[in-house]
């Protein structure tokens, strides 16, 4: 072993016993996670439970697997509803408001603002039995947006000529291979302002504020976490630790106990939700952003 091999050593030898015994490596791995999230807490029986809302909101299957888990086990007793998203698609974020509604008809459920909750992460949020905002958080953005490209000047410089055969005179609005028609954008603009107009309505019905006024605390205004209290989107500021009071106040458990969440599952959960969020970036669509 010549000297530099002796001082490159403990770097190459961790290397190579990983290399020759990559699946023992990742066999430890995998139980390590699994019993370093195993204590004295997780031994017992979990009353409560967080469920979060992280990044666009592209897809609800997750979270609402989640909300019907909690819902139907009757050892839950109260859900804290962690977010911190910009928003994203309208119906998968109706879909979990929604799905949060009817799971705070059986049990409490309190709505935390851990960085941002705008447009449709506030929406999905609005039928909790309560919101709380950290001091720092963002609040609002309650509007609808849809957005596409004029790609003609492109294709032309690169030769290409679209084609399309259709029935229906709007069956290609918000296409991006040519400026869109007078008609086509009329269309396309009743479509958002019908959507933002659901979103309004459902947000004064479950805040308790008055349409008419929609000017003050929608139009797409984004808020800090005390000018959302001013205007009635959240009730009241505070840490996670105060959310989670509030959970365990509601829910009225005399020894309050959280469910721990797996950590393979959350570590793969947020591989999924990263990539998607990826792809996402290329697609266009009626978004609540």
């Known amino acids: 072993m010549n000297f530099l091999s002796k001082i490159l050593w403990p770097i190459t030898a961790p290397i190579k016993f990983i290399q020759n015994h990559f699946k023992t490596v990742l066999f430890l791995t995998i139980l390590y996670f699994i019993f370093s999230s195993t204590d004295s807490e997780t031994l017992k029986q979990a009353n409560l439970q967080i469920i979060e809302l992280n990044g666009p909101v592209l897809v609800a299957d997750e979270v609402l697997e989640k909300i019907e888990k909690a819902k139907s086990d009757a050892q839950i007793k109260g859900v804290l509803f962690k977010v911190n998203s910009p928003g994203g698609a309208v119906a998968p974020s109706v879909e979990i408001a929604y799905a949060i509604q009817e799971l705070n008809q059986i049990k409490p459920v309190v709505a935390y603002a851990s960085g941002i909750m705008a447009s449709g992460s506030y929406y999905a949020s609005i039928w909790a039995e309560r919101i709380i905002a950290n001091p720092g958080s963002?609040?609002?953005?309650?509007?609808?947006?849809?957005?596409?490209?004029?790609?003609?000047?492109?294709?032309?410089?690169?030769?290409?000529?679209?084609?399309?055969?259709?029935?229906?005179?709007?069956?290609?609005?918000?296409?991006?291979?040519?400026?869109?028609?007078?008609?086509?954008?009329?269309?396309?603009?009743?479509?958002?302002?019908?959507?933002?107009?659901?979103?309004?309505?459902?947000?004064?019905?479950?805040?308790?504020?008055?349409?008419?006024?929609?000017?003050?605390?929608?139009?797409?205004?984004?808020?800090?976490?005390?000018?959302?209290?001013?205007?009635?989107?959240?009730?009241?500021?505070?840490?996670?630790?105060?959310?989670?009071?509030?959970?365990?106040?509601?829910?009225?458990?005399?020894?309050?106990?959280?469910?721990?969440?797996?950590?393979?599952?959350?570590?793969?959960?947020?591989?999924?939700?990263?990539?998607?969020?990826?792809?996402?970036?290329?697609?266009?669509?009626?978004?609540?952003?």
């Open 138 to 289: 963002m609040i609002g953005s309650i509007g609808v947006i849809m957005q596409s490209v004029d790609a003609s000047e492109l294709l032309s410089k690169i030769g290409i000529k679209p084609q399309t055969v259709k029935v229906g005179e709007y069956k290609e609005s918000g296409t991006p291979t040519r400026k869109w028609t007078q008609k086509e954008k009329e269309e396309l603009e009743k479509i958002t302002q019908n959507t933002y107009d659901m979103f309004v309505k459902d947000v004064a019905t479950a805040r308790k504020l008055d349409t008419k006024e929609h000017k003050t605390y929608a139009d797409a205004h984004i808020f800090t976490s005390e000018g959302a209290l001013q205007v009635g989107l959240i009730d009241e500021i505070g840490t996670i630790s105060k959310a989670k009071a509030s959970v365990e106040h509601l829910s009225g458990v005399m020894v309050p106990v959280w469910a721990k969440e797996d950590k393979m599952d959350k570590l793969m959960e947020s591989f999924i939700t990263n990539s998607i969020a990826r792809i996402s970036n290329q697609l266009n669509g009626l978004q609540a952003y």
